[in-house]
C-alpha cells in the first residue's frame, strides 16, 4: 500500500514548515477540513484521506498569556482533539502515527535536564496546568494503545518552536513572535519595547525548519518508543533573545522590563542526548539566524499575519 501522509493542524506554524519537507503524498489538514473536537468529523476525515502516516500537530495551544486566560478550555480541547485523533488513527489502522507534546508540560520541579522518565513526577507550571495534564494525557493514552493494541504512536517533544507562520497575538502568543510583532510596533510608532517579567528566565528555542526535519526523521526513522525531546540543549535568557530581536528588526529605541507581567517557570532544560543518540548530529539553526529569518518575514508579510 503506497504512503499516505496525513498531518492535522497544518495551517500552523509547523505545519507550513512541513509543506517544505513533504512529498503530494500528503493531505494537509485544517480547521476547515475538521473540527477534530468532534469525533465523527475527525472519523469522517480520517475515511476521506485514508492515511497510512499521521503527523499529529493540532492543538489550541499559547504563551504564558494564553494558557493562564484559557486553562479550561485548552485542556477541554487538547483532551477532545487526541482522544479523537488517536482512536481514529487506531479504527483506520494508521500504520505509525506521530504527535506531538512539549517541554513546557515537564514537572515544574524536577531534576535537570528535563528527560520522559520525570514526565509525571510531580505538577507542571501553574502557569499552564490545563494544557500541561492534557499533554500528559497523550502520553498515557499512546502507552495504553501500544500496550492493548500493539498501536505505533510515538510523540515528539521540542522546546520553545518559532519561525514563520507563528501566531502573533500580543497577548496569547509565544515570547518570540510577541516580541517580534512589538518590537515592529514600537518602531513603528517611536515608542519603548515592553518585555513581560525580568528577562531572566531561560528558555531552549528551536526553528521551526527544524522540527519540521525532524519530525519527519521521527515518522520514518526513530526507533524507539518513549517520548523523543527535541532540542539542541541549549538556554537562552529571554533578555538575551530581546536583543536579537532588537538587532534583527534594527531597533534602537528603549526597552522596558515589565516586572509586574508575569516570569513564569524560570528554566526547562531538557535532555538532548537520546536525539542525538539515534539520529548522531543535527546542524539546528542558530537562533540568531532563525530570527532574523522570522523577523524578514514578519515585516514581509504584516499585516496579513495571524493574531
Ligand atoms: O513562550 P512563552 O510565553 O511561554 O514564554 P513559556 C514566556 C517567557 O517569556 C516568560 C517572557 O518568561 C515571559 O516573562 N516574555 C517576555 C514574554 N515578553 C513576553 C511577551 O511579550 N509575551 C510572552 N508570551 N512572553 C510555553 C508554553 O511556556 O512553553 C507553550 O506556554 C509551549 O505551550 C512552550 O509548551 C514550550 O515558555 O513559559
Same mark, same amino acid.
Not at 129 to 139: P, Q, S, V, W
Not at 203 to 214: C, H, T
Not at 283 to 288: E, I, Q, Y
Given at each position: 500500500?503506497?504512503?499516505?501522509? !496525513?498531518?492535522?493542524?497544518?495551517?500552523?506554524?509547523?505545519?507550513?514548515? =512541513?509543506?517544505?519537507?513533504?512529498?503530494?503524498?500528503?493531505?494537509?489538514?485544517? /480547521?476547515?477540513?475538521?473540527?477534530?473536537?468532534?469525533?465523527?468529523?475527525?472519523?469522517?476525515?480520517?475515511?476521506?484521506?485514508?492515511?497510512?502516516?499521521?503527523?499529529?500537530?493540532?492543538?489550541?495551544?499559547?504563551?504564558?498569556?494564553?494558557?493562564?486566560?484559557?486553562?479550561?478550555?485548552?485542556?477541554?480541547?487538547?483532551?477532545?482533539?487526541?482522544?479523537?485523533? &488517536?482512536?481514529?488513527?487506531?479504527?483506520?489502522?494508521?500504520?505509525?502515527?506521530?504527535?506531538?507534546?512539549?517541554?513546557?508540560?515537564?514537572?515544574?520541579?524536577?531534576?535537570?535536564? =528535563?528527560?520522559?522518565?520525570? =514526565?509525571? *513526577?510531580?505538577?507542571?507550571?501553574?502557569?499552564?496546568?490545563?494544557?500541561?495534564?492534557?499533554?500528559?494525557?497523550?502520553?498515557?493514552?499512546?502507552? @495504553?494503545?501500544?500496550?492493548?493494541?500493539?498501536?505505533?504512536?510515538?510523540?515528539?517533544?521540542?522546546?520553545?518552536?518559532?519561525?514563520?507562520?507563528?501566531?502573533?497575538?500580543?497577548?496569547?502568543?509565544?515570547?518570540?513572535?510577541? !516580541?517580534?510583532?512589538?518590537?515592529?510596533?514600537?518602531?513603528?510608532?517611536?515608542?519603548? !519595547?515592553?518585555?513581560?517579567?525580568?528577562?531572566?528566565?531561560?528558555?531552549?528555542?528551536?526553528?521551526?525548519?527544524?522540527?519540521?526535519?525532524?519530525?519527519?526523521?521521527?515518522?520514518?526513522?526513530?526507533?524507539?518508543?518513549?517520548?523523543?525531546? &527535541?532540542?539542541?540543549?541549549?538556554?537562552?535568557?529571554?533578555?538575551?533573545?530581546?536583543?536579537?530581536?532588537?538587532?534583527?528588526?534594527?531597533?534602537?529605541?528603549?526597552?522596558?522590563?515589565?516586572?509586574?507581567?508575569?516570569?513564569?517557570?524560570? /528554566?526547562?532544560?531538557?535532555?538532548?542526548?537520546? !536525539? =542525538?543518540?539515534?539520529?548522531?548530529?543535527?546542524?539546528?539553526?542558530?537562533?540568531?539566524?532563525?530570527?532574523?529569518?522570522?523577523?524578514?518575514?514578519?515585516? @514581509? *508579510?504584516?499585516?496579513?499575519?495571524?493574531?
Amino acid at each position: 500500500m503506497t504512503k499516505r501522509i !496525513l498531518v492535522t493542524g497544518s495551517d500552523g506554524m509547523v505545519g507550513s514548515a =512541513l509543506r517544505e519537507v513533504l512529498g503530494d503524498d500528503t493531505f494537509f489538514a485544517t /480547521r476547515a477540513d475538521a473540527d477534530l473536537r468532534d469525533f465523527e468529523a475527525t472519523d469522517r476525515l480520517f475515511k476521506e484521506v485514508q492515511p497510512t502516516h499521521v503527523i499529529h500537530l493540532a492543538a489550541v495551544v499559547g504563551g504564558i498569556g494564553g494558557n493562564i486566560m484559557h486553562s479550561g478550555d485548552f485542556f477541554r480541547s487538547n483532551i477532545l482533539i487526541n482522544t479523537n485523533v &488517536l482512536e481514529c488513527a487506531r479504527q483506520n489502522d494508521v500504520q505509525r502515527l506521530v504527535s506531538f507534546m512539549s517541554t513546557c508540560i515537564f514537572p515544574a520541579e524536577a531534576s535537570y535536564p =528535563l528527560s520522559v522518565e520525570d =514526565l509525571h *513526577n510531580g505538577p507542571p507550571h501553574p502557569s499552564n496546568f490545563g494544557y500541561a495534564y492534557a499533554k500528559r494525557m497523550l502520553d498515557v493514552q499512546t502507552r @495504553a494503545y501500544r500496550a492493548q493494541w500493539n498501536s505505533d504512536f510515538v510523540i515528539a517533544v521540542p522546546t520553545n518552536i518559532y519561525g514563520p507562520h507563528d501566531n502573533w497575538n500580543l497577548e496569547e502568543g509565544h515570547v518570540a513572535p510577541a !516580541l517580534i510583532h512589538k518590537c515592529y510596533l514600537a518602531k513603528q510608532n517611536n515608542e519603548p !519595547l515592553m518585555v513581560w517579567g525580568s528577562g531572566n528566565p531561560l528558555r531552549e528555542f528551536i526553528y521551526s525548519g527544524d522540527v519540521a526535519k525532524l519530525v519527519t526523521w521521527v515518522l520514518n526513522d526513530y526507533q524507539g518508543t518513549e517520548p523523543i525531546i &527535541l532540542t539542541s540543549g541549549i538556554e537562552m535568557p529571554i533578555k538575551e533573545l530581546v536583543h536579537l530581536v532588537a538587532d534583527a528588526m534594527d531597533f534602537t529605541g528603549e526597552i522596558i522590563f515589565q516586572s509586574d507581567k508575569p516570569d513564569g517557570q524560570f /528554566r526547562k532544560p531538557s535532555n538532548a542526548q537520546p !536525539l =542525538l543518540d539515534q539520529i548522531g548530529g543535527f546542524d539546528f539553526t542558530p537562533v540568531d539566524v532563525g530570527i532574523k529569518r522570522t523577523v524578514d518575514w514578519f515585516v @514581509a *508579510n504584516y499585516p496579513n499575519v495571524r493574531l
